[in-house]
Nanobody, 126 residues
């Protein structure tokens, strides 16, 4: 499964941005999907994750709860990260990823994900 992430850019604090993650394989729709972010010198951080549609609850990191939301579109073979009320500390390269376990639960650990998109840079200015 190949993933293509897009939608990053430069925004101001308080703005919104939506990231997209499109998969090459329809298997994607039954795989848990995660969004991660990384800044220089730091480890990749779990932002949130979604199981397949109807497969349970979506998880979010405490730092983004109430501001970020994840959705999926099986017709478009895609997942989205809607980011509202962005803060400068949200600045990072954002990655989408998919686990290999079909119908699995979302894991906050990057090691659980086999398929990764190339990353898209989000910069939030104050």
């Amino acid at each position: 499964v190949q993933l293509q992430a897009s939608g990053g850019g430069l925004v101001q604090a308080g703005d919104s941005l939506r990231l997209s993650c499109t998969a090459s394989d329809t298997t994607f729709k039954i795989l848990p999907v995660g969004w991660f972010r990384q800044t220089p010198g730091k480890e990749r951080e779990f932002v949130g994750g979604s199981p397949y549609i109807g497969g349970g609850r979506t998880l979010y990191a405490d730092s983004v709860k109430g501001r970020f939301s994840i959705s999926r579109d099986n017709i478009k073979n895609s997942a989205y990260l809607q980011m509202d009320n962005l803060k400068p500390e949200d600045t990072a390269v954002y990655y989408c990823a998919a686990q290999v376990q079909r119908y699995g639960k979302v894991s906050p650990s990057a090691q659980a994900y086999r398929y990764w998109g190339q990353g898209t840079l989000v910069t939030v200015s104050s």
